[in-house]
């Protein structure tokens, strides 16, 4: 081995165990961080499947293949294993791999820890997939189990909640592995504004997850109790308020969103560097853009129910508090488009997802606003124009920024390059069908199409039909995803250290597969090594 | 190796207090409750009409020169098999007089079935100033199967209602109380 850290075998990580304990015991970041990506991909394709079944009953009008109970409990299924499931994990699953690369150091800061935080995902996915099979069937109230409709289902709602419990649990402990890492573990030189902005983002997110998962727990909690012991914490005959779960929920909701969109800004902000051959525009700006959307999280909940009737002062306060996040959210998007300007731009596949993330979350962000102004958000509410939304910030947001990921760091993690012309038939294949899929929705919602309903009016009969086309392109293009990394992960085309003419930064310094352990010694860092730097810093 | 303790040190702090921090937002949620029963106490969001008013204590001056208009409204659950209805849709009010009407409730069902009624006022604004000296909706209500029986609510509108409100709606939904019902239920079995 070229690397000369690999030579200094500690007691500490001396022994490695091998075949399935070495991954049950495991305590390495870049293990964990593999278990997480490996975990989330399988959750991608049974969401997905979750998401075949929903579109082919809405193929056409009537009910065709399931009832509309099943249906229900395929909408919720599909939402909570799609957020907690595929896209939490992934995020997670690329902060433990490359957050340690990217700062220079050699773990994460409580590895023992973060074997935890994965194993028990796991678990909490055989509770949460087990209520498919049981006689009540799965939750069927939307992944939001607003009460009353959450607690007049079955039984299986305990098992919805202690699953809940579980993922809350790891991602606390994820996020406070991963503050501790990227706050006391730094390389020396490694200054909070040298940092690359992969770090600075999941930084932030990992306080959000501290702030808002708690009380995500605490909400499902107090629907346990009120099903199960007698609490009328929501049941109006007890003196409880149904609305009172709205704003709880959604205290955690409205972070939640975020929690699932600014590791995504991060990692399109190393890669439009890269393929740009210049540094990021603004750098200090993006981070200032980060904390400012963080925060406006906190004070925006009431976005999501202004149909539950609430006074002119608070709908004209949280509609102006969403819209100003519009601001910060520009800013970013104006740093990207700068970054590229006169920038000898190329387009390898990672960056074609994160040209395809701007462009595409660019349209969920301006649907977002149109949602917030309150008297179109009455028409627009609960429609199909809401999933077109959070579609397109989620899959072509949250979902393209993690394969632009997993292009951009696969030869790091392999040693190997993937096929680059098969990467550029899944973007462009994605694409299209991820367009044929969704834009349509957008017409469907404002014609009146209501979400999470089995059957519909007939008039809505070809777009649904356009969607459920594309719906089937798109899921079944993903399995050439999978191929992709199957056989990048086998062997091909040699990976240099640095793999990417124009990348910068830690990462790229060790060798290509990244050995198990790195940085045993500290590099130091100034700011030739930096990934970022402007005038500000 | 003492760097190395320094920072092991060092990040068990930073854990810790980032544990304590996630615990205390599991206790912010829970406070959550309170909270917001306050704040719809004191701003009258979620139209909540206060707890029961002593009609001896009612000291107000009767405003004659100004009528309100109260309108009456009545929902039923759907899991309770009564009829649930008020004897008038609509009266005119004089802010700072004490007046009377009646809700009329039967229970359809053949067994003996205890319900909850909660009120509410719209707009938001008049809630503060709507005061019920006497309701069946501050106790638990019993009706035996195909009893019927008129309900008493006595209430006064405060005078300090703002100007540019003349139209108080006050609105019940009525529940079946599960839990005082299967007691009843033990109890007769």
């Known amino acids: ?537 | 190796m003492g760097n190395n303790d320094n920072r092991s040190g060092t990040t068990l702090k930073t854990a810790g207090s980032l544990t304590l921090m996630a615990l205390a937002m599991f206790g912010f949620g829970y406070l959550l409750v309170p909270l917001y029963d306050k704040f719809c106490e004191i701003t009258g969001i979620g139209g909540r009409t206060g707890d029961a008013v002593v009609e001896e204590q009612l000291t107000s001056e009767v405003d004659t020169s100004r009528l309100v208009t109260v309108h009456f409204d009545s929902n039923v659950n759907s899991a309770l098999p009564w009829d649930f209805e008020p004897t008038e849709r609509m009266m005119e009010v004089h802010p700072g007089k004490l007046y009377e009407t009646m809700y009329i409730a039967h229970n359809r069902s053949s067994q003996p079935i205890v319900a909850q009624a909660v009120p509410s006022v719209a707009p938001g604004r008049a809630s503060l100033f709507f005061n019920k000296t006497e309701c069946f909706c501050f106790t638990e209500q019993l009706l035996e199967p195909g009893e019927s029986r008129d309900m008493p609510v006595r209430f006064v509108v405060d005078p300090n209602l703002p100007a540019r409100t003349d139209l108080v709606t006050l609105s019940y939904i009525i529940y079946k109380n599960d839990a005082a019902t299967a007691v009843l239920a033990a109890v007769d079995g």
């Open chain 1, 1 to 537: 081995m070229s690397h000369t850290t690999t030579a200094d075998h500690d007691d500490h990580h001396g022994h490695h165990p091998t075949g399935i304990a070495r991954w049950l015991f495991s305590t390495n970041h870049k293990e964990i961080g593999t278990l997480y990506l490996v975990f989330s991909l399988i959750m991608f394709f049974v969401g997905g499947a979750m998401a075949l079944v929903i579109r082919a009953e809405l193929f056409a009008p009537g009910l065709q293949l399931v009832n509309p109970e099943f249906f229900n409990q395929m909408t919720t299924m599909h939402a909570l294993v799609m957020i907690f499931g595929a896209v939490m994990p992934a995020f997670v699953g690329l902060a433990n791999w490359m957050v340690p690369l990217m700062i220079g150091a050699p773990d994460m800061a409580l590895p023992r820890m973060n074997n935890w935080s994965f194993w028990i995902m796991p678990f909490a996915f055989t509770l949460l997939l087990a209520t498919l099979f049981m006689p009540s069937g799965a939750p069927a109230s939307g992944w939001t189990l607003y009460p009353p409709l959450s607690l007049q289902g079955g039984n299986s709602l305990a098992f919805v909640i202690f699953a809940i419990h579980l993922m809350g649990i790891s991602s606390i402990m994820g996020a406070i592995n991963i503050i501790a890492t990227i706050l006391n573990m730094r390389a020396p030189g490694m200054t909070l504004l040298r940092m690359p902005l992969f770090v600075w983002t999941w930084l932030i997110t990992a306080f959000l997850l501290i702030a808002v998962m708690p009380v995500l727990a605490g909400a499902v909690t107090m629907l346990l109790t009120d099903r199960f012991f007698g609490t009328s914490f929501f049941n109006a005959a007890g003196g409880g308020d149904p609305v009172l779960y709205q704003h709880i929920f959604w205290f955690f909701g409205h972070p939640e969103v975020y929690i699932m969109i600014l590791p995504a800004f991060g990692i399109v902000s190393e890669i439009i560097p890269t393929f740009s051959r210049k540094r990021l525009f603004g750098y200090t700006s993006m981070v200032y853009a980060t904390a400012a959307i963080a925060f406006l999280s906190f004070i925006v909940w009431a976005h999501h129910m202004f149909t539950v009737g609430m006074p002119l002062g608070a709908m004209l306060f949280f509609m102006y508090a969403t819209m100003i996040i519009a601001v910060p959210t520009g800013i970013k998007i104006f740093n990207w488009v700068a970054t590229m300007w006169r920038g000898s731009m190329s387009f390898e596949t990672p960056m074609l997802f994160a040209l395809g993330f701007v462009v595409l979350f660019t349209i969920g962000g301006l649907s977002g606003i149109m949602l917030a102004i309150v008297p179109a958000n009455f028409q627009y509410h609960d429609s199909y124009f809401v999933v077109a939304h959070f579609h397109y910030v989620l899959v072509t947001g949250a979902i393209y920024s993690i394969m632009a990921a997993v292009y951009y760091w696969l030869p790091k993690w392999t040693g190997y390059m993937y096929n680059e012309k098969l990467g550029k038939i899944h973007f462009w294949w994605s694409t299209v069908w991820v367009n044929v899929l969704f834009f349509p929705q957008h017409y469907l919602g404002l014609a009146g199409m209501p979400r999470r309903i089995p059957d519909y009016a007939v008039q809505f009969t070809e777009f649904n039909m356009i969607s459920s086309v594309g719906g089937f392109m798109f899921g079944f293009g993903q399995l050439l995803f999978v191929y992709i990394i199957w056989q990048c992960a086998r062997g091909g085309e040699k990976a240099t250290a640095q793999v990417w003419e124009g990348a910068r930064g830690l990462e790229w310094t060790v060798p290509s597969p990244a050995p198990l352990h790195t940085f045993d010694t500290p590099p130091l860092v100034d700011d030739s090594v930096a990934v970022h730097k402007d005038s500000l810093t």
